[in-house]
Each structure stands twice: as structure tokens, then as C-alpha cells.
């Protein structure tokens, strides 16, 4: 992803984009993406007006939060969007996006069975994935001594002030879960209590609370272990092969973000083109090497490089996702005013 201040920029500078093609009515030669940041291949939304005539009106967001806070209110409306699992959850409770018609996709057929009926979706009804992976620890292999396959690392005090913690509630909360022998999607109080305490007893510990820069940051030696999506970890390693990633016997997270239709879409015939176009296995193979992020098309994996598709960090063995320990997050609005106070206890703490 890219850092937060070109997500912003680029964010203000589409939404004003987004507005004047809204003041001219429905636009049949324009789309307009919200997407997470450096979540596609730069060339691709280029090869795509390309090929269709398309123009591709782009902006990024940093996390699942700000995008449906964006556009929640629908003061400034897309016609695609990339939501992770929990949140295609929310917004399919919310009424916020129309169902997808298969049959439209050609490249549909693309998209391996393991990864059709999920349980945010349960009947396809409204997304196509487009990336998944894990949730793990990154760390450095010449400043980490120990074995790391616990999130009990994170706790050690030999390593005081280099530990990068993700500055997202849902993320951290489901670290000290799992250490505790939890589900992440727990909705027991005494449980998230737990969590909390723990944290707050893991703060002094804890370099910083990062988003993005946090990748520049290990690449360049400045801690020693960070909670990180593999994908991230991909590009980390590739960048600094001092780094290795490794997910935490207790278990942890497996997500997966899919393409939605937004119910405020302007022109949805061009969404299903850019949504077909992002299922070819050449294109989805070329998104899968830049971004560092796990195909669920097996035909774009067969076309990676030898050492991608054959990592076990980005394509992990069956038996390690389908474990009982791991989990995908489902939606927390029934108790994310909870979520937020234990994190704001947690964020004072530091």
C-alpha cells in the first residue's frame, strides 16, 4: 500500500473527479475505482482503457474503516470497490451493494471452487474475490534470536521498543485473541477484556502503532518484528532478505478481499467489464507479482514466477487455512463501540 498522505491526496483529488462527472450525469465512457492503496498493478487500469475505451477514474484508501466511512454516506459514490471479508459482511446488511450476475463474467469460471461460497457470501451473491492471504509476524533474522512461530514474541522484553504493532483495533485485538487461545471474532466481554490487558501490558514494548510505513521501516532495520499481512511480507522479504515471515501456531487470521458493485454504481456495465478484465488470469497473474498479495485463479498462479508460486508464505498449504485456528473476520458492528474503547485504552497506554 501506499503511504497514507498519497492515499489522501489522491483521494481529494478523484472525489472532486467523481463529483464533476456526477454533475454531468451518468458517464458510459468512465468507472470510477476505490481501492486499497498499491493494491493493483499501475499499468493495469491503463491495458483496460486500453482494450475497452474505458477511462478508469482511480483513488486508494488505507483501511476498510475510512473507505466505508467515505462512502457510507454517499456524498461521493464508485462504482467498484474492494472490501475485505467482514466488511462485504456490513455493507450487504446495509443494503450498500448490488448483486453480481455471474453469468456476465466470462472469466468468472477463472476463480477456484475453495475460494466461492465463503462465509460473508455465502451464495456469491455479491462479490468476486480478487486477493487473499494471512496475517502473521514479519521479523528480522539477524536481530530476532528466537524461534518465532508464537505471538508470545511479541511479548518478550528482549525486545523492548522493536516491535511494530498494527494501528488497527480489529488487527491487534485479534493478536492478544489468538495468544490468549481465543477466537478472534469473540463477542464475550470478560474475553475482550482480557485481550485488552494484555495489550496495554504489551505497550511499553511496542515501538509504534503503524499503517503503511511500517514496510519501509522493517525493510530498513528499524525493529526487529511487525505484525504484517503476507502480502506485505512478500514485498518486505523481496526487498530485505534478512526478513522472514511466520504464522503463530495459536493461529490467526485468513482474509480474503473481493470486487463489490457498489448500490450508487453509474455505470454498471463497465463494472462488470473491469471486474471480468481483473478475473483474466493474465491480469490477475500481472496484480499478483506487483502487489505481493495471493491469486485465488489457479491458471494466473501457474503463470508466477517459480519462487512466488511456490512460496509457502504467499501460497501457504491447504491444511495450514483450512486449521480450526484460523479465521476470517466477520462483522463487529454489534459490538464495535466496545472495540473502540478498548482500543482507545490500549492506544493511552502506549
Known sequence: MKKLTKAITMLITVSLLILSLAGCGESKNAIT???????????????????????????EYANNEEMYATVEPGNVNYDILFPSDYMIEKMIKKDMLQKVDTSKLD??????????????DPEDSYSVPYMWGTVGIVYNTKMV????????????????????????????????LKKLGYSMNTRDEKELEEAKKLLIEQAPLVLAYVGDEGKGKMVNGEAALMVAWAGDAMVMMNENPDLAYAIPK??????????????????????????????????????????????????????LPEEIKESEVAYPKDEVISHSNMEMFNDP??????YSSIWTEIKASN
Open 33 to 59: 475505482v476505490y481501492n486499497w492503496g498499491d493494491y493493483i498493478d499501475p499499468e493495469v487500469n491503463d491495458l483496460f482503457t486500453e482494450e475497452t475505451g474505458i477511462k478508469v477514474v482511480y483513488s
Open 250 to 303: 495459536e493461529g490467526s487470521n485468513y482474509f480474503v478481499d473481493s470486487i463489490v458493485i457498489s448500490k450508487a454504481s453509474k455505470n454498471v456495465e463497465a463494472a462488470y467489464e473491469y471486474i471480468d478484465f481483473l478475473c483474466r488470469p493474465d491480469i490477475a497473474a500481472k496484480n499478483a507479482q506487483y502487489i505481493g498479495y495471493s491469486t485465488p485463479i489457479s491458471k494466473a498462479r501457474d503463470l
Open 107 to 120: 472469466n468468472y469460471k477463472n476463480i477456484d471452487n475453495r475460494f466461492k461460497k465463503l462465509p460473508f
Open 145 to 176: 534470536e528466537d524461534v518465532v512461530d508464537s505471538w508470545d514474541v511479541l511479548w518478550n522484553e528482549k525486545y523492548k521498543e522493536q516491535i511494530f504493532m498494527y494501528d488497527s483495533e480489529r488487527d491487534s485485538i485479534m493478536v492478544a
Open 333 to 338: 458492528s454489534d459490538i464495535v463501540e466496545l
